[in-house]
């Protein structure tokens, strides 16, 4: 007999002894085998290994049972079963225990099972039964699978870039328990069918046991006690809550968007929270404020006082984001060294800011003295609630918990926080799109997950990150809202506008760098722009762009995280540090075709055509001759207006220079002084505003904002032009003459920075005088022109861009400073040169529009709809000249095509309205202002022609409503009357204000006609 027939003898008896004792390893199943003729074998385990057998299937049975349970959650909420899922809010204790044991259960059974693997294979492959064999390594890899995709999912989280981690787990394991059992098929000693059923029967039983747990013990979303208590009381719906009805706390008919109760407790800040009430500032600082050991916050608070004592800020503790770097430490890194995480008592010149106005803004209005009385605060505390208004923005972690209402020490951990993660990811709404904070904070809830409070590098983190990335849906769901990929979000902040409470005055248009980029091209929500983008853009497109992530941040998608260093232009806070790498960044990104510089045309009288292309055809000019250079800077990459931000302390400017053949400089405009300020006469990108008295605002006193006396900024996709007169030399030697101009900026100007270091000398601890920030070169331009002849053009400092775009450049400049005359002349050369472009004819036709030549106009629409029919662009003008003609029927359906490809084009909206109310559709022209007003809430012109369009129906209640707005956001054009003096004693501000304005260049003594070593070129550089 051969060895297989006498191994099959030699085993029955035995195998039938054994079955007798229960033991899983032999083989019971003789009856129905002796049926098949399929002899009885006697198992091939020893002693040992059946115990170890047995104990695996133990552990099998609950890691099944678990693996069900866990899949029946997971199946629930795919099918919205709420009262059994787990959801996007909540996080059961058995639902996070389950996860944390199938975690750990997993990789015991997973040593069991491959240490019995290695301990039995020897003996079955002496047997070489090659089915065994084969589905025992199957087995064995499938289980390698099953741990590996388990440990990735542990490491990397289950995230849906991760989704195919999850499935070929979930795969694994149906594998694994499907090779099991065709292995023990193919044995020698095949299982009884009983000892299955008595498997199956077992992890049912367990797997009915969480089930009904589960059932008993799920509560939905989990409330903190400090929001349950709040909720009973109904404090969400109270004057600081987030379901408030604004209009309950004002006995007045119209209420404003944004209005704010003064019995909020964050008066005047727009903010609310979803119990209505102060929140800890663990909140928004997480654990550092409170909730580590005792010890360790005292250590923590002891390196915070410490360093803004040696420093005066702190920026080696990470505040707020100990626990979001573990799974995010590329986010982290970059948050680190950004402006946001920079924006409190941690910023040096906020702090001179915020300490002057909270000190010495006491006068009060009714709105003040009404919150002063509901929280029984002092007079002299005026000036910290008006602080509030900037609070909410900058100093969450103080004003949420209450604190800006008394004094601030600078040192502590809150008042270091700046904007940490959750001063954002907290956020769960946006009341409106009129800035001042107008977010709420879901406090409702804290961190859900298990072991919330453990220190980091502890077993019970570790626990606790492991659930999370086990269930990041609720995470996601917590701190992600669609809300945060808007640029309505960053508006919450980056729109502001100025109120009675805080300036004792009226409304006010502060910063504004929402509407700038939704009403533009940029956009997509404006026809009547110069250039339209191949695709809309949000602020998130360029201020967060994909970045590398090689730290390995879970949140990394193909490698990349939208970036957290929020890169804009505040190049002093990191100078203060010493930052260098963020400074080259933000020169970078600044540099990275955003604005470009272009000394275009030449003119030798004020009645002389321009001489265009000076680097195409470069002219030739006389010594002793009196000539013009026309400098054009295009915004061509800012979303927003150039510059942006606060504008009153901001600087941008044009430096412009003149270099004879020898090398010599001959004359400058827009240079640094030896003081440190900038030439007073410079060609400026900034405001100048003052107060009630006509004095500057220079220490971002926004309480005592009165009115603007001058201000140049550029819009998206247009472009300024600046005018350099000169007498050249008359001992100017001949060959050439090089014209040079360089885009400057500077954050902050001089007069905010001294006012700064002076008012918080503690705040630049590491500067023994007042810091000289950097200045950063944008762009630049050179060309070189003859004098006594012409001379060849200079190719290699030509200009990149289409020619048509600079000549459309240099019009675009001159018709928004009112120089029609002068802008005809581009426009003409681009119809004539480029006559497949619609953007000559187009801007002719605007231009016609504006001069009242409509024969002029409709000739020119006419040739632009020849080149482009059906352009949306075109259709503006169409719809303007139609209502300036009076032909009303046409200029609505202008206005309809142009809403139809820009449905959100506030100003396309306000024209229809116009134009069906100079139709005597008054009905329907107060429906399309509505439209308007759905747009931009403060809107006055819609307010004021809706207001017209509700009378002429006899709606006299609603027309008084629409007065109330109009007035409410109108100009107050006598305050214009306080600048003239101011203008008057500064030349600079009064050129400024004048729409055509012509600088004149100073002539260079002989001692500065070298380039100075120190005149700078680019920022950077620490303390």
Known sequence: MSGR??????????????DATG?????????????????????????????????????????????????????ADGLGLEFFAVGENSLPTLFQTMVLTHTGVGLLLAAIMFGFLAAHLPTVWKRKHRASILTGIGMGLVGGALVLTGLFILTAAASRENSWAWWAHVGSAVLIVSAYAGHRLVSYARPPGRRARRFALATGGVLVALIGWHSLTHRGLQLTPEAEAALAQGLNEGPGGRDRDVSRFFDTDFVPAGLVPPESPFFPAATTTSTGSYLPSRIITRTEAGELAAQAARERAARVRSEVERRGFAADELIGATQCVRCHPDVTAQWATSAHRFASFNNPFYTATIEDMRAGSLEAGPEVIAHLGEFGLEPDAAGRVKSKWCSGCHDPALMLAGAMDAPIDPATVEAQAGLTCLACHAIDRIHDNTGNGNYNIADEQEDPYLFADAEAGTLGAFLHDAALKAKPSVHMGQLLKPVHSTSEFCATCHKVSLTEPVNNYRWLRGQNEYDAWHDSGVARNASRTFYLPAAARVCQDCHMPPEEAPLGDVSAENGRVRSHRFVAVNTALPFLRGDTATIRRIEEFLRDEKLRVDIFALRRGPDDEPEMGLDLSPPSVSPGETVMFEVVVRNRGVGHTFPGGTNDSNEGWL???????????????????????????????????????????????????????????IGPGSADVAHYRITLPADLPEGSLTARARLLWRKFDRAYTEFAFGANPAGFAE?????????????????????????????????????????????????????DRLAERPFERVAEFFPDRVDGPLNLARMALIAGNLDDAFDNLERAETIEPGNPRVAWVWGGAHQEDGAYEASEAAYLAVLDAFPEDREAWFQLGRTRYLARRYEAAVEAFDRALAIDPEHRQAHYNRMLSLRAQGRGDEAALGEAAFERYSIDEAAQAVTRAYRAENPGVNLMAQDIHTHELRPLAPAETTASPDRPASGGGGP
């Open 655 to 713: 430096e412009f220079e003149l270099e004879d053949a020898e090398g010599r400089r001959i004359a400058i405009s827009g240079e640094i002084g030896p003081d440190g300020h900038l030439d007073p006469l410079a060609h400026v990108f900034k405001s100048v505003i003052l107060d009630r008295e006509g004095r500057p605002i220079r220490k971002r006193n926004a309480q005592d904002i009165h009115v603007t006396a001058a201000v140049n900024v």
């Open 767 to 819: 500067f023994d005088d007042v810091p000289d920030l950097p200045v950063t070169e944008i762009a630049r331009d050179e060309v070189v022109i003859g004098v006594g002849g012409r001379v060849d053009p200079v190719t290699p400092g030509a200009q990149e861009e289409e020619t048509w775009v600079r000549y459309n450049d240099y019009g675009i400049a001159l018709l928004r400073e009112g120089n």
């Open 23 to 75: 033991d899983p390893g032999v083989d019971g199943g003789s009856g129905a085998d002796a049926r098949r003729g399929r002899p009885v074998l006697r198992s091939i385990l020893g002693t040992g290994q059946r115990r170890w057998l047995r104990f695996g299937l133990g552990v099998a049975v609950f890691m099944l049972a678990n693996t069900l349970y866990l899949l029946a959650n997971r199946l």
């Open 5 to 18: 027939g006498r191994d099959m003898g030699e085993g029955a008896p035995s195998a039938a002894r054994s």
